[in-house]
């Protein structure tokens, strides 16, 4: 899950990492006057999932307070597209309002997952902000990485290799090392993959200020996490938030043939066919191994749910639930959900030919096919 920038710098907060004086977040509809600004210059920043906001119009310094309110107002419901968002223009729904900061220097500094060799990896660079992609790029050789043994934390040797490669100030080593720590041990304590200061500045005045912040956590340790089930999982759809609360497995997809499948890896599988057979999926959608009547009618009424969907394929190996049973839930399903596009099943498994003839007999329109290759044709054939 990732976080908005507001909502990671509330765990900075709990660890003792400095960020920048916040007036308050406003969300669309409300009054951007319903905060009080003092002071004289304000950073307006929309929140939205993606880099690159200063350059497409995200961020902006106010010098007055009611250029500042009249910023807001701009910001809030602006279609915003970066270098991120893959040409897919975002929605602002919610602006931070920070107090602007006197920057001397800008330093990267994040922590994050490396799948490869199975650690966490501290990267930095003495060269932070708005170009740190092409920065790693054009010249790699400026970026620091050093491994971080999670059980031990970052140690002090690592500490002072990081300090010195940056080119620090001698005066700012103690503030660093714990800033440093604290990052390593809040990516630890919320199951991160990801945590990120770009960028970490040094103010005139000499001190370490995390002017923004990039946290993405592991979905999947989200049960140990009570303090991250109440936010909100701003990257799901209104389909996928509801398929999640009666406990579907569900993401949408930007095609028209909906799947249900039983097993994640038989799903990817299905999807992978489908598109080699020159169609597209509409969703990813596993309802489990032992899937009941009650579970394939809700996943039928998700899939329907996306105006997108054509056909709906359904491929189910019987394993633990037997195909006859699987059988008897898809046609219960379909005549409660009052099934309107074609209907494409494949069985496999233990008593496959009883389930094939309960749909044969069932009297619903189904087109059955004997193999994943054949299902992912007449799928795409009946759009």
């Known amino acids: 899950m990732k976080l908005l920038e507001y909502e990671g710098k509330d765990i900075f907060a709990k660890y003792q990492i400095p960020t920048s004086k916040r007036f308050g977040v406003i969300k669309l509809g409300e009054d951007p006057k319903s905060i009080n600004l003092e002071g004289s210059k304000w950073i307006i ?3 939205v999932l993606a880099g690159g906001r200063g ?9 007055s307070k009611e250029e500042a309110y009249e910023l807001i107002e701009k910001m809030l419901g602006m279609e915003l597209a970066t270098h991120q968002t893959k040409g897919q223009a975002l929605k602002v729904k919610e602006v931070l309002v920070e107090e602007a900061s006197d920057i001397a220097r800008e330093i990267y500094l994040s922590i994050v997952l490396d799948r490869k060799d199975c650690s966490a990896i501290l990267v930095a660079s003495a060269e932070g902000g708005t170009s740190i992609e092409e ?32 080119g620090f100030d001698k005066k700012l080593y103690k503030e660093f090392s714990a800033l440093a720590k604290n990052l390593c041990r809040l990516f630890k304590d919320i199951d991160a993959s990801l945590v990120e200061i770009n960028p970490l500045v040094i103010t005139k005045g000499g001190s370490l200020l995390a002017v923004d912040s990039k946290i993405v956590t592991d979905n999947n340790a989200l049960f140990r996490q009570n303090d991250l089930q109440t936010l909100e999982d701003h990257e799901s759809s209104e389909i996928e938030k509801e398929a999640k609360e009666i406990g579907i497995n569900y993401i949408g997809l930007d095609g028209n043939i909906g799947c249900m499948v039983n097993g994640a890896g038989l799903a990817m599988a299905t999807l992978d066919t489908v ?13 489990g191994g032992s899937a009941t009547v009650e579970q394939i009618t809700k996943a039928f009424q998700i899939i329907l749910k996306d105006e997108k969907v054509k056909t709906v394929l359904v491929n189910i190996f019987g394993g633990i639930m037997k195909c006859d049973d699987i059988a008897n ?21 233990t008593r496959v030919k009883e389930g094939k003839q309960i749909l044969l007999d069932s009297g619903i329109k189904i087109n059955q096919a004997d193999s994943l290759w054949e299902a992912a044709q007449k799928a795409v054939a009946s759009i």
Do not use: M, W, Y
């Open 45 to 47: 920043k929309a929140q």
């Open 55 to 63: 350059k497409a119009g995200g961020v902006k310094l106010a010098k």
């Open 135 to 166: 920065l790693a790029h054009s010249n790699p050789d400026k970026i620091v990485k050093i491994p971080v043994d999670l059980g031990e934390g970052l140690q002090d040797f690592q500490v002072r290799e990081l300090f010195f490669k940056l």
């Open 275 to 287: 598109k080699l057979a020159g169609g597209n999926a509409a969703n990813f959608l596993d309802v």
């Open 329 to 349: 839930g898809v046609v219960a399903a379909t005549k409660k959900v009052n099934l309107n596009v074609p209907l494409i099943v494949r069985l496999e498994g």
